[in-house]
């Protein structure tokens, strides 16, 4: 019995039953099941979106890892590649690639008669021409290395050329060679034969990962090597930068800084460092450490100290957060045992959040490794084709280039070949990026601690 009904007043009787939903209920439950679907579309809208973009790479990109290869004997005459006869290194040099070109065009036209394959309008020349213009400098340096193969036959397999392996790959058809000044569909009928007999094959290209960079005339010779070790040098040398740095400095802001108008301008500066454009940190590169400091142009270490700059930001904040996420009852109960600030701070907050400092580097990296803009404003975007060398030997000063600087730079040429390995570098710029991720999730997993 109620107030209302011991003073002999009516009770006040709900219009509807409280099992079932009023209007503004049902209003209620129809916006969050729209919200629901809005939340569940762009979901799925996003896994198209990466499922596309990663169907597309893959498709035009896993064919750069195989290479269209032509297997023939080749007879080392030692009368035209040393005259003199005497195996001096030296004299051997003089012999150029033109005379490695003639050798390997008859030995390959030889071979062709013996095993009685030809094609009507493909004449001697025609038939060298299918050979990548890398394979006799190849040759050449494998003759300049060891002097002794002079008068010997050997077994080798060169490189085609960019359309042949194209036409291998479904790239080139004898409609586009009709139209094409490098390869003639009478060539493509040979290369069916040349396939049928075994001599014309593909196989997985290794150089791909290890060769340097090469011209437009032999995009099929073309590889990573130098980009690879580039990135290497220049992720190495931002770690080495930015960890001790980013991590001091966010220790002292969150631990030991004063709380006042200057540490708040600096907290500013440091989120606004976060949001600037990277092109702008590349502008300031070449300013103050091309232009100014007279450092080498397109060398790691240029790129990783504009690098570093960019990343420093990022880790700073990783590490303050990870640092404010300790909870105060540590520091407390640290310094209530007799524990001094720098005791409280490295031995007990800093293990706590080192999982959190690790992964928001990792991460840093991660994005670092994919930047370009400012990496073409200080020159790495030139055509470097030799190695650098060790990095205690000074390499991290020799010019290079990085991932997605080659990426850019195939992309910007017009041979198809070259298209087809930039989607390849792509490829293996996301296996590093992966990679890097992975071990960001283990070391957090390792590290971690509850509490």
Sequence with gaps: MTDATAHGLPAKRHATSLLSADPLMLRRN????????????????????LAIMLFTIFRDGTSAFRQAYIAFPVML?????????NRNRDEIAKITTVGYTKLMAAALNAHLDARGIKVEGVDAKAVGEMLSRDAPARLRARVLEDPSLLGQTLDISAYATGRIDGYLKGRVTRE????????????????????????????????FLTN????????????????????????LLVLIFTLPVG??????????????KLTDLIEVNISNLAAVPSIVFGILGLAIFINFAGLPQSSSLVGALVISLM????????????????????????????????????????????PGILTGTILGLAAALGETAPLLLIGMVAFVTNYPAGPLDGGMLDPATALPVQVYSWASRSDPAFIERSAGAIIVLLAFLV????????LRRRFERRW
């Design 435 to 442: 990679i890097m991720n992975a071990v960001a999730i283990l």
């Design 212 to 235: 340097p960079d090469a011209s437009d005339q032999r995009p099929e010779a073309s590889g990573l090597g130098v980009a690879i070790i580039g990135s290497a040098y220049m992720m």
């Design 30 to 49: 129809r916006a969050e099941a729209r919200f629901k679907a809005y939340g569940v579309a762009a979901i799925c809208v996003s896994l198209i979106t």
């Design 247 to 260: 991590v001091a400095a966010s220790i002292y802001l969150e631990e030991f800084a004063p709380k006042n």
């Design 77 to 85: 005459d030692a009368a035209v590649l040393d005259p003199q006869g």
């Design 176 to 207: 586009t060679a009709a139209r094409d000044s490098l390869v003639t569909p009478e060539q493509l009928d040979l290369a069916d034969k040349m396939r049928a007999a075994g001599i014309l094959s593909t196989g997985f290209n290794p150089g």
């Design 311 to 354: 990343t420093l930001p990022t880790i700073i904040i990783a590490t303050r957060s990870s640092l404010r996420a300790v909870p105060p009852s540590i520091r407390d109960a640290a310094l209530g045992v007799g524990a001094s600030r720098m005791q409280t701070v490295f031995h007990h907050v800093l293990p706590l959040a080192m």
